[in-house]
C-alpha cells in the first residue's frame, strides 16, 4: 500500500511560479513510477508528468511542456512539480499518482493517488 500526501498549492498571480510536493510513505519508493495529473471542474484527469522509477526517463503533456519539471528525490521519497508561468488555465486540483510498472499517460494504470493539493491562478 502506498500512500501519498501533496502540499504546496495555494492562489498565485499569473505569470507566477510554484512547486507542488508529493511525499509517499511506502518502503520501496524505486518501486513505482510517479506522476502528476490535474482535474478542472467537471472534466478528466488530464495528465501532466511522469517519472521513472530511476528518474533517468521523464515525459511531459503537451499543455505543460516547457513549463512545467518533475523530479523525484528518493531518500527523501518524494517527488516535485515545479511549475513556471503560471496562467489562468492552470487553475485545478492538482494530484499526485504511484504505479508499480513503467510509464504511462494513462490515469488508469495508476494504482494510487493523493487527495489532491488546490492551485488557483489569478489576479
Known amino acids: 500500500q502506498v500512500q501519498l500526501v501533496e502540499s504546496g498549492g495555494g492562489l498565485v498571480q499569473p505569470g507566477d511560479s510554484l512547486r507542488l510536493s508529493c511525499e509517499a510513505s511506502?518502503?520501496?519508493?524505486?518501486?513505482?513510477?510517479m506522476a502528476w495529473f490535474r482535474q478542472h471542474p467537471g472534466l478528466e484527469r488530464e495528465f501532466l508528468a511522469t517519472?521513472?522509477?530511476?528518474?533517468?526517463?521523464?515525459f511531459y503533456g503537451n499543455s505543460v511542456k516547457g513549463r512545467f519539471t518533475i523530479s523525484r528525490n528518493t531518500a527523501g521519497k518524494t517527488i516535485y512539480l515545479e511549475m513556471n508561468s503560471l496562467e489562468p488555465e492552470d487553475t485545478a486540483v492538482y494530484y499526485c499518482?504511484?504505479?508499480?510498472?513503467?510509464?504511462?499517460?494513462?490515469?488508469?494504470?495508476?494504482?494510487?493517488w493523493g487527495q489532491g493539493t488546490r492551485v488557483t491562478v489569478s489576479s
Open positions: 499518482a504511484a504505479r508499480s510498472g513503467i510509464i504511462s499517460t494513462s490515469s488508469a494504470d495508476f494504482q494510487y
Open positions: 511506502v518502503d520501496t519508493f524505486n518501486a513505482y513510477t
Open positions: 517519472i521513472s522509477r530511476s528518474s533517468d526517463g521523464t
